[in-house]
């Protein structure tokens, strides 16, 4: 079993940028594909990023591309998603997530979580 916790997110100007970091502990994390979820207020959790198990494959939401990207270090057990280009509109609290399995973008797919770390962005 896996313990993901995340860090790294705060208030930001639109524009600005952030690193958020997925750290796990009790299971190697090269055994899971994780993705990266958010969810605003009065919305539904949506899918942001996610990475293969060792890296090679990814896959972003439309409104992310070129601005954000999905990396990991499984030395340090760590999943990274670099947010550049903010926009108000990414505001949200962001979850990590980790499956035992090919990547998958449905919430429902992933069997372990973060508490989340909230990112705001200031127009």
């Known amino acids: 079993q896996v313990q993901l916790v995340e860090s790294g997110g705060g208030l930001v100007q639109a524009g600005g940028s952030l690193r958020l970091s997925c750290a796990a502990s009790?299971?190697?994390?090269?055994?899971?594909?994780v993705s990266w979820f958010r969810q605003a207020p009065g919305k539904e959790r949506e899918f942001v990023a996610g990475t293969s198990w060792n890296g090679s494959i990814t896959s972003l939401r439309d409104s992310v591309k070129g601005r954000f990207t999905i990396s990991r270090d499984n030395a340090k057990n760590t999943v990274y998603l670099h947010m550049n280009s903010l926009r108000p509109e990414d505001t949200a609290v962001y979850y990590c997530?980790?499956?035992?399995?090919?990547?998958?973008?449905?919430?429902?797919?992933?069997?372990?979580w973060g508490q989340g770390t909230q990112v705001t962005v200031s127009s």
């Open positions: 997530a980790a499956v035992s399995d090919t990547l998958s973008r449905r919430a429902s797919d992933h069997d372990y």
């Open positions: 009790g299971s190697t994390l090269s055994n899971y594909a």
